[in-house]
């Protein structure tokens, strides 16, 4: 990554209103900014939703998403989760195909250890569902790929929200 580069995450209370979603992702490529993970849900209130993204900047492009941002129309609120107490998980399934039962075995370990679900089970194939950091779940998809030839992986994207406990410190 060049110097300064760094992810940088935010999360966005917008309208629920269709075009949104279009109009942000497109704000990022037509500025050629990546977007490395979206999420987008409706909150509390059904006229707005939350969007938690994370991109790949500088400091000084970062500043300008966020501007940009907060003069979009439809954005109510942004908040930069970069150097605040964040929780944060991302989901993941993995499928494991053409098991052998010494891989069902390994795969239960795995699991076991990184806190996961077998949330579907086959005679040849194994489903896991995994709830932590991106950086966890990076990690998983590591070492599952690099024991197991034939696997599936579906990612949600991260959410997160502001820490209670690090927030009335």
Do not use: H
């Not at 990554?1 to 704000?27: A, C, F, H, P």
């Not at 000084?60 to 003069?71: M, S």
């Amino acid at each position: 990554m060049d110097k300064g580069m760094k992810t940088r995450w935010i999360s966005l209370y917008v309208e629920n209103q269709v075009g949104v979603l279009s109009k942000i992702s497109g704000l990022f490529s037509g500025k050629s900014y990546n977007l490395d993970s979206l999420t987008v849900g409706t909150t509390e209130d059904p006229t707005i939703s939350r969007m938690t993204i994370a991109t790949v900047s500088d400091d000084e492009t970062f500043e300008q998403i966020k501007k940009q941002l907060n003069r979009m129309v439809e954005v109510i609120k942004v908040i930069d989760f970069t150097d605040i107490f964040v929780r944060m998980k991302e989901i993941l399934y993995i499928k494991v195909k053409k098991c052998s039962a010494a891989d069902k075995v390994e795969l239960f370990q795995i699991a076991e250890t990184f806190k996961a679900r077998v949330i579907d089970y086959g005679k040849d194939s194994l489903l896991l569902e995994f709830v932590q950091t991106a950086t966890k779940n990076d990690a998983v998809v590591k070492l599952i790929k690099e024991e197991f030839k034939y696997i599936e992986v579906v990612r949600g994207g991260s959410v997160g929200i502001e820490s209670i406990s690090m927030m009335e410190r």
